[in-house]
Structures are given as structure tokens and as C-alpha cells.
């Protein structure tokens, strides 16, 4: 079976390979933003660890003085 994690919550203690992040203005938090090749599994044992995208929060610019 294959599995797909498109819009999953993104834990580092997951059997995946992150491939890249990408700050997002619109997340929240870390979210798997594309699977790029999905776990497989045979007779409940992964034979493949997935490959993810995963969007973080965009990190906000600050200016000189400590002010955002």
C-alpha cells in the first residue's frame, strides 16, 4: 500500500526524508506541503520511506531597532 502525506502535520520523529522546506506566509506550522514519493508498505512493513515538502511558517523581517 501507498501512503500519501499531503496536509499532515509535519513531526520530525515521522519515517520521512524532507527534501526541502518552504517558508509559507500562510502556514502555521510545519505541514507536509507535497509528497514527492510516498511510504510503501508490504504485509505492514515500509519498504520505502516517503520524500516530503514541507511548508513552515515565513519568518517575519525586522527592522532595525527590534521592531517588526
Known sequence: SF???????FDP???LEVIAYEPRPDASGETVLET??????RDGRRIQIGQVIVA???KKKRLLGGRS
Open 3 to 9: 501512503q500519501d502525506h499531503d496536509g499532515t502535520a
Open 13 to 15: 520523529g515521522l519515517a
Open 36 to 41: 514527492v514519493r510516498p511510504c510503501v508498505y
Open 56 to 58: 513552515r511558517p515565513e
